[in-house]
């Protein structure tokens, strides 16, 4: 028998096919909901299914459906499966039992379809080849042959990072006055895209209050789509948080620096930004940042040792309450 994944991808391959063209079909044109001056709220919970989801994982999107709550919205479950080495099928069925234990509910997502559907973003590949296209067209992107080793040694970096990559050398950028490559049908080489030096970029954040970068000192050229014919993260989430009309975005700090990088494709495509929460990171006794191969905090874990999902919440409300607070 085919297990529960198998039969939503088959479901949302279906929808995908009679929505996604009339839905979608014009990538200027945002969401109905973003036409108003005030639209309704809508927030997302976006799990990667690489692994189990943590304590961590479980804390953000707690507080991205409570501020649904708060704000009488509509949440949103997308499915961000762009790893093909990592992304297994067992571990969406895992992050929906996970979060309904938790507690939360959406009215939108690949186990209950809605009118953005398809929700899971290996079936929405042409929504992004579309505003990879559109970026082309700009010349606001360029082929890069370099490896991730030539960024981090031309940028004196260590070669294991942190929460954030280094700034692309501009010595490595094509000349802006030749022509661009035409786009593969199918893409063998990274695009990057062309970061406007010197530009002050701030939003304020919803937890952590005003922040501010400047391109091509504190990020550089990112990439947009990469050799083996798949889109970012950056340009995926862009094009799924607008076409999917996301009013905000809750999500963990480590992505604050991509949230600049996110502006500028927000702009470069013509949409509107949603505003955005970065909520503080969970880290273990050793003070290392949780991450999935944490197996003794993740939540089918923490279930099985009798920990109850009203606990967690409970923790969880008050965190979210201080961070208000300070």
Known sequence: MPDQHTELRANESRESSLDSSATHAHLGAREPGHLSGTPAYRGRVAPSPTGKLHLGHARTFWVAAERVREKQGTLIFRNDDLDRDRCREEFVAAAINDLHWLQLNWTEGPDVGGPRAPYTQSLRLGLYRKALE??????????????????????????EQGVDEPVYPPSFR??????????????????????????TLQFIDGG??????????????????????????????????AL?????VVRGADLVMSTFR??????????????????????????ERLAKRHDSLSLETLRGQGVTA?????IFAKAYCEWAVH
């Not at 999917?244 to 905000?248: L, N, P, S, Y």
């Not at 009203?310 to 409970?314: D, R």
């Open 134 to 159: 559109e970026l082309h067209r700009l010349g606001l992107i360029f082929p890069c042959v370099r490896s991730r080793r030539d960024v981090l040694e031309a940028a004196g970096a260590p070669h």
């Open 174 to 199: 094509p000349n802006p006055c030749v022509p661009l490559p035409p786009l593969e049908d199918v893409i063998t080489v990274n695009w990057r895209f062309r970061v406007p030096d010197g530009k």
């Open 208 to 241: 952590l209050g005003s922040r501010v970068a400047v391109a091509g000192r504190e990020f550089g050229d990112f990439l947009v789509w990469r050799k083996d014919d798949l889109p970012s993260y950056q340009l995926a989430c862009v094009v799924d948080d």
């Open 310 to 314: 009203e606990s967690l919440t409970a």
């Open 262 to 287: 996110q502006q500028l494709l927000y702009r470069a495509l013509g949409w509107s930004e949603p505003s955005f929460y970065h909520c503080p990171l969970l880290h273990d006794d050793n003070g």
């Open 244 to 248: 999917m009309g996301i009013t905000e």
